[in-house]
């Protein structure tokens, strides 16, 4: 007979159970490309128990991208103490891991999955997004060795994530780049971005003033 009460461990343990799953389908195939069936039916639950756990879609995607935020700084951490790698071989690394984020098992949202997610947030939601968000890339700079100050956080967010977005897009959103050279485009995109991060490490006041 199927099982029709769950402890509140076994209800915490399928949730976590539906994170996961959502983050493994998400980081392979895409927000736009996974459904709430995919997810519940791996997970082994039914249609109608998922959404006691999840109203929308959209609820599963934002704890899912909040769930891999400590496991993407745990990463990092691994990759900078490497002593294999150089500071710049190890940011590089875990800014390219980002950018390929589907061979990672890292979700990164594509310019139209934000499009769609983030019109069907309330107001809340989205603040709590940004926040969470700004945390995390400041949590980054300081594992970079970074002083992590609101302007700072705010460049990093964009430079790094305008590699990551560009990088999904081609060649489907932004038809009139060149799809034959998005790695090389990447690559440049990333060198640069560490240069920035570099000087911000050797220097720490270059961006206090407004100035380069």
């Known amino acids: 007979m ?18 996961k799953a959502g983050l493994e389908l998400m980081a392979k195939q895409g927000i736009q490309h996974t459904t709430v069936e995919q997810v ?3 997970v082994g639950i039914s249609r109608t128990f998922f959404y006691s756990f999840f109203s929308t879609k959209e609820d599963l995607v934002l704890e ?11 990463y990092l951490q691994k990759l900078m103490s490497d002593p294999a790698l150089s500071w710049r071989d190890a940011v590089k ?17 594509t310019i139209e999955e934000q499009q769609l997610i983030f019109k069907r947030l309330s107001k809340e939601s989205y603040q709590m997004f940004r926040q969470k968000q700004h945390q995390l890339f400041g949590n980054i700079l300081e594992c970079f060795g970074i002083k992590a100050d609101a302007k700072r956080i705010n460049l990093f967010t964009n430079l790094s994530l305008t590699a990551m977005v560009i990088r999904r897009a081609l060649p489907d959103t932004l038809p009139l780049f060149v799809p034959d050279i998005a790695d090389e485009t990447v690559d440049f995109q990333l060198d640069a971005i560490v240069d920035v991060l570099e000087k911000l490490k050797t220097a720490p006041k270059i961006f206090n003033d407004g100035n380069r």
Not at 2 to 19: G, H
């Open 64 to 74: 899912t991208l909040y769930w891999q935020q400590p496991k993407i700084i745990e």
């Open 93 to 109: 690394k875990f800014l390219h891991d980002c950018c390929y984020g589907e061979k990672n098992g890292i979700a990164v949202l």
């Open 40 to 42: 519940y039916k791996k």
């Open 2 to 19: 199927p099982k029709v009460a769950y402890s509140d461990e076994d209800k915490q343990s399928i949730r976590v159970q539906l994170v």
